[in-house]
């Protein structure tokens, strides 16, 4: 038997479980994985403000009171606002303070990765999956985005662990994490249904295939008590938002009303063609995944604790979808990302079983899944893969337009610029003595107005005066005044 990941005899009626022989090269190991990560993450904190950042920041965090309540749109992650409203008020309005909870999350999410695959299959596939998570394109630049999809996914996969745990061996204190966990997970962002229905549908096949180590009765009535407690405290934790904006806001909106089924084939589509961008970008996981998680799958340590694999969690979300005729924006499906990894790492470690003498040294195991992150890590900072994502809606121009304005901004003056870029100019207009009072849309006595045109949007001059309903005739012919990377600022003045 290896010594690095050798199987305990258990107990009559549980598991074997997987332990290792007592060292600190596994906390150095996955310490040093953590550290990287976190490195790389930080390079990316001080980036260009996105638009679901600035509204984040701008009208959810600005108070306690709007984060708990302000429910107008789904922006507002309810969980991730008070986090940023209590980072901001600490550390100010910087860009990194703004994208603190978001990045502490994305840094968690490495370990409790690492926690969720070492209990299933050891130390070794544990590395493996920390390594990819810490280098991983997709999940560095979402711990740098000032949303609530990171936090989303940490609460996934502990969940997911947790769920194996009692499976395994039924404890209160197992049942109370787990509640916690998941109204953790709804109170961020209520399509934290999509990840619960995968954990809870995995763990239901194991209970109704009676393969867990704990009674099939006891846990069917301790699992449907523990999802009421849960439904019953997330209705609690929304009724501040439903007495402001009302039920439907929560349960109606864009991201969770139903569709036509007309509607649905041409959605689904194109939702996957955006999640083409993800997989382009981790193209080394695309190629691994099929033939390594056909292994895990098949044939590996995952097996020891003879559950089903974690695959099947996808079975869950995907009969939510159809059945509430869904087509969620791909970063909805973030959480399922870390469960790749997961699962690439259980494969590689069932690839490495057959290597001879790898087993007794699972340090050398290690030592490789840090070179790999740090590679990761350098091809994703050296490519500006994050830098030149329009994820959350980018605006690179936004401080050199705000620079820009600021100097010449009269009190008569009037910003015309599109609602996608107007929430980043808005951020770093709010950061001058100016503020934002220039962006009002109250054009009857303005004497001057700036109007800004960002091409990526495919906007051009006409168009963005007709969004902002400009009487067109009461100002002069307007001038190009200044040009950036993708911006142009036109200017006109009110004729006589």
């Known amino acids: 038997m290896r010594q690095a990941d050798r199987v ?18 596994p906390l150095l190991v996955v310490g040093s994985i953590v550290a990287v990560g976190a490195l790389v993450r930080a390079q990316l904190l001080d980036q260009v403000i996105r638009r679901d950042e600035a509204q984040t920041y701008l009208q959810f965090a600005g108070s306690f009171t709007a984060a708990l309540t302000d429910y107008s749109q789904p922006n507002n992650h309810i969980l991730h606002s008070i986090l940023v409203r209590v980072s901001t008020l600490l550390a100010g309005g910087e ?7 978001a990045y502490l999350a994305g840094v968690a999410l490495i370990g409790v990765v690492y926690w969720w695959v070492s209990s299933t ?19 560095i630049e979402y711990s740098t985005i000032a949303r609530g999809y990171t936090m989303i996914a940490v609460a996934f996969v502990a969940l997911l662990e947790i769920s194996r745990r009692l499976l395994i061996r039924d404890t209160p204190r197992l049942w109370t994490a787990w509640v916690l966990v998941a109204l953790l997970g709804f109170v961020t962002v209520p399509v934290f249904a999509l990840p619960f229905a995968g954990v809870a549908g995995w763990f239901t096949f194991n209970v109704v295939a009676d393969l867990g180590f704990t009674p099939r009765r006891t846990l069917l009535l301790r699992g449907g008590g523990a999802v009421a407690v849960v439904g019953a405290l997330t209705a609690v934790a929304y009724l501040p938002a439903v007495a402001a904006n009302g039920f439907d806001a929560i349960v109606a909106n ?5 569709l036509s089924w007309g509607d649905l084939p041409q959605l689904w589509k194109a939702g996957l063609v955006d999640l083409e961008k993800w997989l382009l970008r981790d193209w080394y996981v695309v190629l691994a995944y099929p033939v390594l998680a056909t292994v895990a799958a098949l044939h590996g340590p995952a097996k020891a604790d003879r559950l089903f694999s974690p695959a099947l969690v996808l079975v869950g979300p995907a009969l939510l979808v159809v059945v509430q005729r869904l087509a969620p924006p791909e970063r909805i499906w973030l959480f399922l990302w870390p469960l790749t990894l997961g699962l690439v790492g259980i494969g590689a470690r069932s690839v490495l079983d057959r290597i001879p003498r790898l087993g007794s040294k699972g340090w050398l195991v290690g030592a490789a899944a840090a070179i790999l992150a740090v590679v990761m890590g350098w091809r994703v900072l050296s490519t500006d893969q994050v830098i030149l994502s329009r994820e959350a809606g980018i605006f690179r121009d936004g401080p050199e337009v705000a620079d820009w304005l600021v100097p010449r901004l009269e009190t008569d003056d009037r910003v015309v610029v599109e609602s996608h870029p107007r929430w980043v100019l808005a951020y770093y207009l709010n950061r001058h003595p100016v503020g934002t009072a220039n962006l009002a849309r109250d054009y009857a006595n303005a004497e001057r107005l700036f109007v800004v045109v960002y091409r990526p949007r495919s906007q051009e001059l006409p168009s963005v005066l007709a969004e902002a309903h400009v009487r067109t005739d009461e100002f002069t012919a307007p001038d190009r005044v200044a040009r950036m990377d993708e911006t142009e600022i036109f200017l006109a003045e009110r004729q006589n």
């Open 121 to 139: 299959a050891g130390r070794r596939a544990g590395y493996v999956a920390a390594a990819l998570v810490a280098g991983s394109s997709v999940l």
């Open 254 to 258: 864009d991201f969770v009303r139903g």
């Open 95 to 101: 860009p990194w303070a703004i994208r603190l909870p």
């Open 8 to 25: 305990e005899s258990p107990r009559r009626g549980e598991p074997p479980r997987w332990r290792g022989k007592r060292s600190t090269i």
